[in-house]
């Protein structure tokens, strides 16, 4: 198997399973980030609606439809060994196969942390039915460790947009808007993953310095974003032509170079969030609450004012006014 190694970060060329197997440690891995073959026959599902399929790049190595199930076991077990304990993996899947992988998952140790639907543009084209346009994102971890989910990475938990929505909330959602890239005249791979796709994984769920390896390389995106924040990055790619071709765009990329491009999150914690709340705390909510209102407050500014009191999130002073019977309107986060 080739080993490459670009800037101290080692890439396989290589089958993913045998490859792990040998050179990747039991626990070693921090996240992983991966988009296997979709064992889809005939091809039509990588044809989009609007990309010239001459620049897209070949060689790309597709696993037979009826090989599917049993190789996605055997890769995710391969991946359930080396993720650290409270490691995370997010795995992009269509929905031909996605039972394959759903069924491996569950018979591995991995537990489902959100199921999340990625919405995207240049759907594949039809003319009879209706566009296909999203992925399933399965995101699990493997228990037995603290998982790294860094809450305000991007947004603060305080933070609103124009309509006075919570940004964090929203940017927290499991259902993600996020376009493919259009890159007109420039090698691709079939199902190449955009940069804001897997930054907003790798940021939420790795730290600077942590490892992230994708077991299906393909254009190499998922490595070139670790490293583009100051990740380790590994993997494998079965196929030399992609390889080869592929690697050599990592050498431009700079260790940490898309830091100062990330999103400055405001994020200030409330003093006194996670505290325990005592009965005093309680009563004096409830007491302020009813006085803010009777002095002609709305609903939303009295909680934005107690919030500011009592040092706590506004989610943390509804969630407490609900729990005393209190109806405060719209739904809003769950608080945790
Ligand atoms: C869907 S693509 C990955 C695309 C990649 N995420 C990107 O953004 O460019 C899957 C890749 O896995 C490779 N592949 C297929 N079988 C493999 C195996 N057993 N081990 C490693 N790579 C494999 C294919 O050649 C293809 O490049």
Redesign the pocket.
């Known amino acids: 198997m080739k080993v490459e190694e670009v800037n101290g970060n080692i890439f396989y060329n290589?089958?993913?399973?045998?490859?792990a197997r040998a050179h990747i440690p039991d626990d070693s891995v921090d996240l992983i980030v991966?988009?296997?073959?979709?064992g889809i026959n005939g091809d039509r599902l990588h044809h989009h609606y609007n990309r010239d399929e001459r620049f897209v790049v070949g060689?790309?190595?597709?696993?037979p439809a009826s090989d599917y199930g049993d190789?996605s076991l055997r890769?995710i077990r391969e991946a359930e060994r080396i993720l650290r304990p409270g490691g995370s993996i997010y795995i992009?899947s269509g929905y031909t196969n996605l039972y394959h992988i759903l069924h491996a998952l569950r018979e591995t140790r991995l537990r489902e942390v959100n199921h999340i639907i990625w919405r995207y543009n240049f759907g594949v084209y039809t003319s009879r039915k209706y566009v296909s346009s999203h992925y399933h994102i399965l995101f699990y971890e493997k228990p037995g460790g603290e998982r790294t989910f860094n809450l305000e990475s991007r947004y603060g938990a305080g933070e609103r947009g124009p309509d006075s929505g919570s940004l964090n909330y929203r940017d927290r959602e499991d259902v993600w808007c996020i376009n493919r890239e259009y890159k007109p005249g420039q090698a691709?791979?079939?199902?190449?993953?955009p940069a804001e796709l897997?930054t907003k994984m790798i940021q939420y769920s790795s730290n600077e310095g942590d490892l992230v390896c994708?077991?299906?390389?393909?254009?190499?995106?998922?490595a070139k974003v670790a490293v583009g924040l100051n990740r380790r990055a590994t993997g494998?790619?079965?196929?030399e032509q992609?390889f080869d071709l592929?690697i050599e765009e990592l050498r431009d990329i700079g260790k940490g170079c898309l830091l100062s491009a990330l999103r400055n999150p405001r994020t200030g914690e409330p003093e006194n969030r996670g505290r325990p709340w005592t009965d005093a705390d309680r009563e004096t909510l409830l007491a302020r609450f009813t006085g803010l209102i009777e002095s002609g407050e709305t609903k939303k500014r009295a909680i934005e004012t107690l919030g500011r009191e009592l040092g706590r999130g506004r989610w943390a002073i509804e969630k407490m006014l609900k729990k005393q019977g209190v109806r405060t309107g719209g739904r809003r986060g769950d608080g945790t």
């Open positions: 290589g089958d993913c399973i045998v490859g991966t988009d296997p073959p979709y060689g790309y190595v597709e696993v190789f890769w992009v691709k791979n079939k199902n190449e993953l897997l994708d077991m299906f390389l393909g254009g190499f995106s998922t494998f790619e079965v196929s992609v592929r």
